[in-house]
Nanobody, 118 residues
Framework: QVQLVESGGGLVQPGGSLRLSCAASGFTLDYYALGWFRQAPGKEREGVVCISSRDKSTYTYYADSVKGRFTISRDNAKNTLLLQMNGLKPEDTAVYFC?????????WGQGTQVTVSS
């Protein structure tokens, strides 16, 4: 069964850090473009950071709002996508979703809640 499962969300104070994980099963992440998206209450889902598939030239995109604070990476041995989030701000509060996309396939996780509040 093809599945993406996010974990690592939670409540953190402003300035704190969280690391999100997205574990894939039923397929290998290597040949997929991967990304993290988020959706805050009352807002549309937005792209946060994306990385190209391993068989393509490395390309990483970061939204301006997270540049210098968030880092995307792959744990190839664990078939997992990671998102290290540092310097969190209240405006980062949202449900975070991971995505894996290739020609003909587009998979989404169920989301994990990140709340940044004092």
């Amino acid at each position: 069964q093809v599945q993406l499962v996010e974990s690592g969300g939670g409540l953190v104070q402003p300035g704190g850090s969280l690391r999100l994980s997205c574990a894939a099963s039923g397929f290998t992440l290597d040949y997929y473009a991967l990304g993290w998206f988020r959706q805050a209450p009352g807002k549309e889902r937005e792209g946060v950071v994306c990385i190209s598939s391993r068989d393509k030239s490395t390309y990483t995109y970061y939204a301006d709002s997270v540049k210098g604070r968030f880092t995307i990476s792959r744990d190839n041995a664990k078939n997992t996508l990671l998102l290290q989030m540092n310097g969190l701000k209240p405006e980062d509060t949202a449900v975070y979703f991971c995505n894996a996309e290739t020609v003909g396939n587009d998979y989404w996780g169920q989301g994990t809640q990140v709340t940044v509040s004092s």
